[in-house]
C-alpha cells in the first residue's frame, strides 16, 4: 500500500479555551482530488494550516510522505511543497506579473524564469494578457484567478484550497474546475475546503466530512 501523502495521529487544536480539532486517525493520499466538507466551525480551515505547516497542532502527530513533521522544526524546505490559496486573497500594489512572481522571488529565481512561469501560469488560469494589468484593479473572479496563478507558479507538489469557489463568477468557477481536475496527472496532490458541494463533490476522488472538529461518518 502507498505511503500516505499526509497522516494525523491524536491531533488536536484549540484557540484560547475552545477545541476546534480533534482528530483520531486521518490518512490523506496523493496523487487524487480530496475534498473536506461540514458546517461553519467544523475545523476546515484549521486542518488546512496544520497541512500547510503554518500552524502546529497542540497534540498529535503529523506525517508528511512518511516522515513526522516536528512542530519546533525549520519546516522551509518542506513548505515549498505545498501551496495554501486562502478563501480571500490578498494582492498587492503593483502589476499582475508582480504578484505572481512574488514566492518566485523569494526563492531566489532569475527574473526571465519568473517571468515565464508567470506567462504559463496565468494562461493556466485563463488569464493571458494580464501580465502588465494592475492587480488591484481587477474584478474579485479575475483577482482569485490570480491568487490560483500564483500557487501554480510555485509548481507545488501539493495544492491546499480554502472555499476555492466562494464567490467565483461562473467563468471563473469554469476555470478553477477545469485547473483543479487536471493537477493530479501534473503531479500535484488537490486538498480542498468547499461549501459548493457539488462541484467539490464532482471533482473529489474522495470527501471527507468533518463536524465539529471530528471526523463524521
Known sequence: MATPLFELRQVVKSYQDRQVLALEELSLQGGEIT???GPNGAGKTTLLKIL????APDQ???????SEISGAG??????????LVAQDAYLFEGSVEKNVSYGLKLRGEDK???????REALAQAG?????HRRARGLSGGEGQRVALARALALEPRVLLLDEPFANLDPASAEVFERVIS???????????VSHARDQARRLADRVIALADGRLKG
Do not use: D, M
Open 35 to 37: 475534498a473536506i466538507e
Open 52 to 55: 500547510a505547516l503554518l500552524i
Open 60 to 66: 498529535g502527530r503529523l506525517f508528511y510522505r512518511g
Open 74 to 83: 525549520n519546516h522551509i524546505v518542506l513548505r515549498r511543497e505545498i501551496t
Open 112 to 118: 526571465g524564469k519568473r517571468r515565464q512561469r508567470a
Open 127 to 131: 488569464l493571458n494578457g494580464f501580465l
Open 182 to 192: 487536471g493537477l493530479p496527472q501534473q503531479g500535484c496532490s488537490v486538498i480542498l
